[in-house]
């Protein structure tokens, strides 16, 4: 787990939207180990599943509330690193289902955001945003 205190309880947003290679699961695609309880092959799970996390998670600022959390607000973010000549970072908004920014709690946390840092608003596509490991929607990856 990344350095804070957040764990991702009920939200397993990633764990359909994210391509694990490991186990052949296609981005978009929910993975055959999901439980109630959470992942059920969580003592065997690919390292990917072990080191990627959202924005939400790895917010050791209190930038997102809990209530902010991908699963409750229709949304989740990844950043980009660094530019290397102006050090800046870019959001991604990636909206986990058609229509679920257009709630009023995920467009002010995008308008709020953007008041710091630039966003890409990435929409949902049919059934769901599939994105790569560096945070990027696929249809964008190289
Ligand atoms: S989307 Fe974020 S909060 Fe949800 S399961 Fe993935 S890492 Fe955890
Ligand atoms: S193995 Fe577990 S953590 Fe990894 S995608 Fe599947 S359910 Fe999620």
Request: aromatic content about 6%.
């Amino acid at each position: 787990m990344p350095q804070t205190d957040r764990q991702c309880g009920g939200c397993n947003i990633c764990c359909t939207t994210m391509k694990v290679s490991p186990l052949n699961k296609p981005a978009g695609v929910s993975c055959g180990h999901i439980t109630e309880a959470g992942c059920g092959n969580y003592e065997n799970r690919p390292e990917v599943c072990r080191t990627w996390y959202c924005m939400w998670v790895r917010d050791t600022n209190g930038i997102l509330s809990d209530e902010e959390r991908p699963d409750k607000l229709g949304v989740f973010f990844t950043a980009t690193l660094p530019d290397h000549e102006t050090k800046r970072q870019t959001l991604y908004a990636h909206e986990i289902l058609p229509g679920a920014a257009e709630n009023s709690a995920a467009r002010a946390t995008i308008q709020r955001l953007s008041r710091y840092v630039p966003i890409q608003f990435i929409p949902a596509r049919n059934p769901i945003t599939p994105v790569t490991m560096n945070g990027q929607p696929l249809h964008e990856a190289a």
